[in-house]
């Protein structure tokens, strides 16, 4: 028997997958959410959850796939095959963590000429043309971006740039509140500095913003003070982070609040899927308040809709 559960938002829910030939079919309603068993075979089955007959979601906690249509899907594997597929995934996790402690002693080493003259020379440049490359590389894989390296000057206007784009957008929506992601990798000045420029280019707005890094999941949110009988920046973005076990109390006032989530693989703590799952808590609290009007709601509001 498998069973399949969604924990977020939903006044109605049902699963479709290719188990039933991509048939709604309900879920129950728990204290926790909403669930069900089916009595699978052996074998590999992709699904998603049907939100209010309307939306269809994968789950960011759970396996995901993309089919031949470019559509993401969960998966799961039914059968003995479930535990190879888990083992296998541990050993290649392992595998990748062995390589990536290893390769900045692999790449500290001093390049050896093999030969003399002509010959060597080559390959020496041509271990050293590498290395530009490699280092790179490392920088992707342990999530270091480029700005990094950027001086003052431009490191300011990448971030006016961000918090250009979210303004437009924003405006273009004309909603009095809004959650955003912002991409500042993981760096909570930015994210901070992105929340101020909006606080006084669109004072009357509350937004909030989502920006999930390698190293640490980052939200701020702003309130203006004549709406802070609705809904405080503190209380937003404490809801936003009921997804996390144990969560840090966020910083702040009612009008101007942040929180920073560490990334702990341990503990299932991985930044983007904290980002995408904060969005339901978010969301519910706003929804509770009556903040947000169903007809508002379109697909680039929900989390984990396509």
């Known amino acids: 028997m498998t069973t399949f559960f969604w924990p977020y938002d939903g006044n109605t829910v049902a699963i479709a997958g290719s188990f039933n030939d991509w048939k709604p079919q309900p879920l129950n309603k728990g204290p926790k959410g909403f669930f069900t068993t089916i009595d699978l075979p052996s074998g590999t089955y992709q699904y998603k959850f049907v939100v209010d007959n309307r939306r269809w979601c994968f789950d960011v906690m759970r396996p995901v796939t993309v089919d031949d249509s470019g559509?993401?899907?969960?998966?799961?594997?039914?059968?003995?095959?479930?535990?190879?597929?888990?083992?296998?995934?541990?050993?290649?996790?392992?595998?990748?963590?062995?390589?990536?402690?290893?390769?900045?002693?692999?790449?500290?080493?001093?390049?050896?000429?093999?030969?003399?003259?002509?010959?060597?020379?080559?390959?020496?440049?041509?271990?050293?043309?590498?290395q530009p490359k490699q280092a790179k590389k490392q920088k992707e894989e342990e999530g270091v971006g480029e700005e990094e390296g950027e001086d003052e000057a431009t490191r300011?206007?990448?971030?006016?740039?961000?918090?250009?784009?979210?303004?437009?957008?924003?405006?273009s929506y004309q909603v009095p509140f809004y959650v955003g992601d912002v991409d500042c990798k993981d760096s909570v000045d930015d994210v901070l500095e992105v929340a101020k420029h909006f606080q006084t280019e669109l004072p009357s707005i509350g937004c909030m913003f989502l920006s999930?890094?390698?190293?640490?999941?980052?939200?701020?949110?702003?309130?203006?003070?004549?709406?802070?009988?609705?809904?405080?920046?503190?209380?937003?973005?404490?809801?936003?982070?009921?997804?996390?076990?144990?969560?840090?109390?966020?910083?702040?006032?009612?009008?101007?609040?942040?929180?920073?989530?560490?990334?702990?693989?341990?503990?299932?703590?991985?930044?983007?899927?904290?980002?995408?799952?904060?969005?339901?808590?978010?969301?519910?609290?706003?929804?509770?308040?009556?903040?947000?009007?169903?007809?508002?709601?379109?697909?680039?509001?929900?989390?984990?809709?396509?």
């Open 71 to 130: 559509n993401r899907n969960n998966t799961v594997v039914v059968g003995g095959k479930q535990k190879q597929s888990q083992q296998k995934e541990q050993k290649e996790q392992k595998e990748q963590k062995e390589q990536k402690e290893e390769k900045p002693a692999e790449e500290a080493a001093p390049v050896a000429t093999k030969g003399k003259g002509k010959g060597g020379q080559q390959q020496q440049q041509q271990k050293q043309a590498k």
């Open 212 to 306: 999930g890094g390698v190293k640490t999941f980052i939200v701020a949110a702003v309130v203006p003070a004549e709406k802070t009988s609705s809904i405080t920046a503190l209380e937003w973005v404490s809801a936003s982070l009921e997804v996390v076990p144990n969560p840090p109390a966020p910083s702040g006032s009612d009008t101007f609040a942040y929180a920073v989530v560490a990334a702990d693989p341990d503990k299932g703590l991985f930044p983007i899927k904290l980002k995408d799952l904060s969005r339901g808590p978010t969301f519910g609290l706003m929804r509770k308040r009556g903040l947000v009007q169903e007809e508002e709601s379109d697909d680039e509001m929900f989390f984990l809709d396509e």
């Open 156 to 171: 300011s206007k990448r971030v006016s740039d961000i918090a250009k784009n979210i303004i437009s957008t924003v405006k």
